[in-house]
């Protein structure tokens, strides 16, 4: 029975199909639907860039420096993003290739928890946390009292 639903043909690159192929193998689903699925799943990104691309042939010339300009910051954001989700896979998969270590040190490494040493209740927030600081608390300067003339 034919299907209703469009075909395409891709070419990857022989180490992006090794990719494919092993992550096929180890979730026991076709290379087919692991591609569909995450084309599923960027498409909203996909119908707001085809929107932005809209907008922009429509603008003039120089609102599309602008935009294009705007575009580059943004993908500069979520490549840092990207980065980041990276370092934390390879946070896990190292806890998980060096069982010496134990979860608890991939989570001090992580900076989501104190060194066993230290007994500190307060932790610093984790490394992929870029956007917070923490503040230290400020005392409330004395009162000074000043001595009445009598």
């Known amino acids: 029975m034919a299907t209703q639903k469009p075909r395409i043909t891709v070419t990857l690159e022989p180490h992006v199909y090794e990719v494919l192929t092993t992550l096929s193998e180890l979730q026991g689903s076709p290379r087919a639907r692991i591609i569909s699925e995450l084309?599923?799943?960027?498409?909203?990104?996909?119908?707001?860039?085809c929107y932005v691309l809209q907008m922009a042939q429509k603008a003039k010339s120089g609102v599309n420096d602008d935009i294009r300009e705007s575009l580059v910051r943004s993908e500069?954001?979520?490549?840092?993003m990207m980065d980041d989700a990276m370092g934390q896979?390879?946070?896990?998969?190292?806890?998980l290739s060096d069982p010496s270590t134990g979860a608890d040190e991939s989570e001090r490494k992580a900076g989501r928890a104190p060194p066993p040493e230290s007994g500190s209740a307060t932790t610093l927030p984790p490394h992929s946390n870029t956007g917070v600081t923490p503040k230290p608390r400020r005392k409330t300067p004395k009162k000074t009292t000043t001595k009445r003339n009598r």
């Open 39 to 49: 084309l599923e799943s960027v498409t909203p990104v996909f119908e707001r860039t």
């Open 76 to 80: 500069a954001k979520i490549q840092a």
């Open 89 to 95: 896979f390879d946070i896990f998969a190292e806890s």
